[in-house]
């Protein structure tokens, strides 16, 4: 483990990191930015199932999650956003096992998540998710360009890992 790895600290997100979550989601493009209300209550509402990444007293990454109402054995994730200096440190894996593996969590058997054909860092980080969690992964598209989105966002696939 590098020494990067040794000093981030991965917890559950409170209400004050709702800025810090704003400003490091709007600088991970191609993530969409929510207004900071949205990531208030992601760090409040959502918080036992989110994850805050810190290094050095700054916030260097942030999954935003939640489990779905009628699948209470199904975490989406909906964004991960890795600040450009913990890059290549394996982060955003870390920060997803930290928030499945957390009590909140016990009857999870599935993620899923919603991505961009474009996005082959998100497409990398799920794929290699499902290895390390010794399952599949399965594509199928969930919100298309036209019909869900006026032409206006490229179409969001739902990708699903598990059983697990």
Not at 35 to 41: E, I, P, R
Not at 57 to 80: A, D, H
């Amino acid at each position: 483990m590098n020494t990067s790895q040794k000093r981030t600290e991965l917890r559950a997100p409170c209400a004050t990191d709702g800025p810090d979550v704003f400003r490091l989601i709007s600088q991970c493009p191609p993530l969409d930015t929510n207004s900071m209300y949205c990531n208030l209550l992601q760090c409040t509402h959502f918080s036992n199932t989110s994850v805050a990444a810190i290094q050095n007293n700054e916030l260097v990454g942030f999954i935003s999650g939640y489990i779905l109402p009628e699948q209470t054995n199904t975490l989406f994730i909906w964004q991960v956003a890795v600040g450009e200096k913990a890059r290549g440190q394996g982060l955003a894996g870390r920060m997803v096992q930290n928030i499945i593996g957390r009590p909140h969590c016990n009857n999870v058997k599935f993620i899923e998540t919603t991505i961009t054909e474009s996005n082959k860092a998100s497409w990398a980080l799920f794929e290699s998710l499902a290895k390390k969690l010794r399952t599949g992964i399965s594509k199928s598209s969930m919100f298309d360009r036209d019909k869900h989105f006026s032409g206006e966002h490229d179409t969001e696939f739902l990708a699903r890992i598990g059983p697990f």
